[in-house]
């Protein structure tokens, strides 16, 4: 019968195929010769010579479509075939093939002829326009037959066709705009995607749609025949399809009282859940889960109710239909409960996802009002955890109980307590979806080896123990395999360092009396100075907001890169303003003028600085300076109780500590009294030691901070001495020691930040409750629901497992090879929030760290000062400026010190009056603006010489060659306060004169 459809298919359809051919052929012709492209040449762009062909075999496709049926009814020869002794289904199947046949020849011919005229510029354009030529054949064949099937007139169906393939477009398209928007919206991708690969997929999905609507209505004749053969004739081939089916349905049949029900209770409990979502959807899904599991055979347990189990039915296939079946409604039941959620989290996607343009946007976790689902439970594992684990306890349960209550009591009680325990891993991060669901999988399996002992009423016996402990036992193991994957996954690294050991040997408060004296004086210090400072303050300024110490800062964060401008400052953080955070610069109150004597020399004419400074050195905190700088050196800051988010105030403070320390000394020298200085100096550097002794990084760095504050000053009390070689011996021997003792200064650092990160680590609370506050990026996010989501993550850390975890990842952070830390770096967002503290921040905190204690400038500036110290003191003996280094070996120095750059001495010179390449001083934050420079429109600029220094014939310069490792002569000031140099730069250092005498 099929080759006799085809010929009468190709005797039907041949004028129009050749119609539309040559239709075809003259379109691609025409316009490659319209765009100048030749026969054979190569086309310059045949987008709409591809264009045209791909829409005349769509169009050719639909009223081949159109042809097939509606011809035969026009015709009046449908009447013939249907006479014919044969099943319509036949007669479409081959009306189907034959049109497949012809569009696939309308394809060939014209890919054929756009290969020849050069359409195509290469194979990919070829095969995107075959594909289209496919896709629009198929949508046009399907969409003319289904409407041929249910029209008359050819011309009419074509017509019909060719309007539903509009409307089609529209509404696919507005479905695919919707999606794309949903998608971005779940995803958090860009909400502007396009979505015509969606609107093209859509079209495709829809035409197979359309072909069996098309046979299901060009076939009603054949059912309605079917009805007067014999039932078993009938069905004799598809036995085993209806069975399953019957299965099924009467399973849908048993159920569906029960789905109705649930569904409208299942609505109710969603709104319900969106009060407080995250933790309430766990315990609804367990529910649902066993309400559906536990009466899957609710009705089959006894009396004549037990319609299936007493039908002999395949006990497998009534198996697999009442999971299925049960599995279904439970699932749907849990999409209601979420619906409201949802639909709330749509309906703010507006003022969420696109006002947080720069961070990453996770819709689960705005349904939820929670960041776990974007860091630790992946979104999936925590809206189904608790489904499966209550369906799969709640169908065993069904099965041993005939009373549905005891079965649900039992199974709630079951999967509650095995559910709960992944509660902590999924709190902890990097949980697997094999290690949850393998164990409610099992027991479900279990479940199909009871259904025979079920059926024949003996499911209370020996049999159904033996069959099911095994499955028991395994589940169990599975959970104990799963915890313990969790700790054996994380590299077992030894500890470097014995922190125990490393807190033995720290001093106890009552061992550290200097330490502990120099912390009290610095808060002493602070309190002082906000006194004098509210006594001076209009109303309603708080004391502190008009300029000072920086906010108390945690040890644990890594320092920032630096502030600048006051030496000493650098690499700490700068001022902030209180409304936007940005640095800002006070008005000029009295701190910040003794920063500016630090520059410039003590103001004489400022006599409101020498009475504030009488008052602040008229508190408690000067003489506990003075008696710690006489007690043994010991640690600033106890370290053996600190975490990374202790704060340290004391530790600012130190800095204007310091300050008042050097200035205090410049208006004594002014005054006469040139000793005062030398004091204060044994004073500071006691103090900066005390900051680098066993103290965490940013003590050190505040530390050193001090040292170059002091140095300051004391280039300033250099410049008004007037001989006193006695006061620069003193001075130069502090310095020395000084730098004895601190040459070894970091050697503890990164076991001090250690044992810091241990601390932390053993009391999570606080860094948790920091890490939730700052991904503080999703929509209902409120600080109690922040502080509660870190009690609920630092709780899950003590379970034994958790905890030998979290303790792996840790040594690793600190402890690990550069290949461990880099796995753990690309598996952060799996690992929960201690590898997201770090290794980012701990491994950047711990290099930065490395950095700054090993920078070579760190100890330039104490080693010339030691080299300014010894020049002036020569001077000072012998009446004359040193006119190399050398003389200075042995008397005034053991040896000349070495430039930290290159390991070589300093290198020296006496001034004969020269210019030096020097860059200017940054402008005066405060100075009033200068108005801009007029000049003539389109004058050339001038020239910008570069700025210069006159150096006074006599003075010596000293230099050292800075990062670039090259002496350039000491010619050129490097522009860079941090010693970066240029080739012709090098770090140079004026030793300052002495006064002239009057």
């Known amino acids: 019968m099929m080759p006799a459809i085809l010929w009468k298919e190709y005797r039907e359809h041949r004028m129009v195929w050749t119609a539309l051919a040559c239709v075809g052929a003259a379109s691609v012709l025409s316009l490659s010769r319209m765009a100048g492209a030749g026969w054979f040449g190569a086309h310059p762009g045949g987008q709409e010579g591809r264009f045209v062909a791909v829409a005349l075999v769509g169009v050719y496709a639909l009223i081949c479509g159109a042809m097939m049926l509606a011809g035969e009814i026009e015709n009046r020869t449908m009447p013939y075939l249907d006479a014919l002794p044969g099943f319509r289904r036949r007669l479409w199947q081959g009306k189907f093939f034959a049109g497949v046949l012809l569009v696939t020849g309308q394809i060939v011919l014209l890919m054929g002829l756009g290969a020849a005229v050069s359409l195509f510029e290469s194979w990919s354009e070829a095969g995107w326009t075959f594909a289209g030529m496919l896709l629009a054949g198929i949508c046009g064949l399907s969409w003319g037959l289904l409407f041929s099937s249910l029209g008359r007139s050819v011309m009419s169906v074509i017509l019909l066709s060719l309007a539903g393939l509009v409307l089609l477009g529209f509404a696919t398209g507005y479905l695919a705009v919707f999606f794309t928007r949903l998608v971005s919206a779940i995803s958090g991708t ?12 859509f079209y495709a999905i829809i035409a197979p749609t359309a072909l069996v609507g098309s046979a299901f209505v ?284 490393f807190r033995a040997s720290l001093p106890t408060p009552e061992q550290d009396e200097g330490g502990r004296l120099f912390h009290s004086a610095c808060l002493r210090f602070w309190d002082q100075h906000l006194a004098l400072q509210s006594q001076q303050m209009p109303q309603g300024v708080a004391p502190g907001a008009m300029g000072g110490a920086m906010a108390p800062v945690a040890p644990g964060l890594a320092p920032p890169a630096g502030a600048g401008g006051i030496p000493g400052m650098a690499g700490l953080p700068p001022m902030l303003g209180a409304d936007d955070g940005q640095p800002v610069a006070p008005p000029l109150m009295e701190m910040e003028r003794a920063r500016n004597a630090l520059e410039h020399g003590w103001p004489a004419d400022d006599h409101a600085l020498a009475v504030w400074l009488d008052k602040l050195y008229a508190g408690e905190w000067a003489p506990m300076l003075k008696k710690a700088a006489d007690l043994p050196t010991g640690p600033f800051d106890d370290v053996r109780n600190m975490t990374a988010l202790t704060l340290i105030p004391a530790t600012q403070y130190a800095r204007d500590v310091a300050v008042v320390l050097a200035v205090r000394g410049l208006q004594r020298q002014a005054a006469g009294d040139d000793e005062a200085y030398v004091e204060n100096l044994r004073i500071g550097l006691a103090l900066s030691r005390s900051m680098r002794d066993q103290t965490p990084a940013i003590d050190l760095l505040v530390g050193r901070g001090v040292e170059r504050i002091l140095l300051t000053g004391q280039d300033r009390w250099l410049e008004k001495l007037h001989g006193r070689p006695d006061l620069i011996r003193q001075a130069l021997a502090l310095l020395s020691r000084h730098l004895d003792e601190t040459a070894k200064d970091g050697k503890d650092q990164e076991a001090i930040e250690a044992f810091i990160g241990r601390n932390t680590l053993d009391n999570p609370l606080s860094m948790l409750q920091e890490v939730r506050t700052f991904r503080v990026d999703q929509p209902g996010q409120t600080s109690s629901l922040i502080r509660d989501e870190a009690v609920w993550i630092a709780t899950a850390w003590l379970v034994p497992w958790e905890h030998a975890r979290q303790d792996r990842i840790f040594h690793v952070l600190f402890d690990g090879d550069q290949k461990q830390q880099r796995w753990l770096i690309e598996r952060r967002n799996e690992l929960g929030p201690l590898p997201q503290f770090g290794p980012n921040d701990i491994m950047r905190s711990l290099d930065d760290m490395r950095n700054l204690l090993n920078k070579p400038g760190e100890l330039c500036d104490a080693r010339v000062m030691q080299l300014k110290l010894a020049l002036r003191w020569y001077q000072a003996d012998n009446g004359k400026p040193a006119e190399n280094l050398d003389v200075l070996v042995p008397k005034y120095l053991p040896s ?54 006159k150096i006074p014939a006599g003075q010596g310069v000293l230099w050292c060659v800075g990062e670039d490792k090259v002496d350039d002569g000491g010619h050129r000031q490097g522009r860079s306060p941090k010693g970066e140099t240029t080739p012709g730069e090098d770090v140079i250092f004026l030793v300052p004169l002495p006064p002239k005498v009057k």
């Open 190 to 201: 860009d909400p502007t995607g396009d979505p015509s690969l969606l609107w093209i997929g």
């Open 218 to 501: 060009f076939t009603r004749l054949d059912r309605s025949r079917l009805r007067a053969v014999p039932e078993s004739l009938r069905t004799q081939g598809r036995a085993f399809h209806a069975s399953w089916s019957m299965l099924f349905w009467l399973t849908w049949r048993q159920a569906r009282g029960f789905a109705t029900g649930l569904a409208a209770f299942a609505l109710f409990l969603g709104f319900i859940v969106l009060l407080q979502s995250l933790t309430l959807w766990p315990m609804v899904t367990l529910v649902v889960g066993v309400l559906c599991g536990a009466t899957a055979f609710a009705d089959e347990q006894q009396g004549s109710f037990r319609f299936l189990g007493d039908q002999r039915l395949p006990l497998g296939r009534l198996w697999v239909a009442k999971v299925g079946v049960r599995f279904g409604i439970a699932v749907v039941a849990a999409l209601l409960v979420l619906a409201p959620s949802f639909v709330a989290a749509l309906a703010n996607i507006s003022e969420s996802r696109w006002n947080y343009p720069e961070g990453e946007y996770h819709f689960f976790a705005h349904v939820f009002h929670s960041n776990i689902l974007v860091d630790l439970c992946p979104p999936l594992l925590f809206l189904s955890l608790w489904l499966v684990y209550g369906f799969c306890s709640g169908y065993l349960f069904g099965l041993l109980f005939r009373h549905g209550l005891a079965a649900g009591v039992f199974a709630l009680f079951t999967c509650s307590l095995t559910a709960a325990l992944w509660i902590p891993s999924l709190l902890g991060g990097g949980l697997h979806a094999w290690q949850v669901f393998g164990p409610p999988f099992l027991l479900l399996i279990a479940t199909r080896l009871l259904m025979r002992p079920w059926a024949a009423g003996r499911i209370a016996s020996w049999t159904t123990a033996v069959r099911l402990t095994p499955f028991v036992v395994l589940a169990c193991l599975w959970i104990a395999g799963g915890l313990w994957y969790r700790v054996l996954e994380i590299p077992n690294v030894s500890p470097k360092i014995d922190l125990d050991a």
């Open 896 to 949: 000349i010190p070495l430039d930290p750059y290159d390991g070589e001495p300093y290198r020296y010179r006496l001034s004969r009056g020269e210019v030096i390449e020097w860059p200017s001083d940054p402008p005066d934050p405060n100075a009033r603006a200068m108005p801009p420079m007029g000049g003539q429109p389109g004058a050339v600029p001038a020239a910008v010489q570069p700025p210069t220094r």
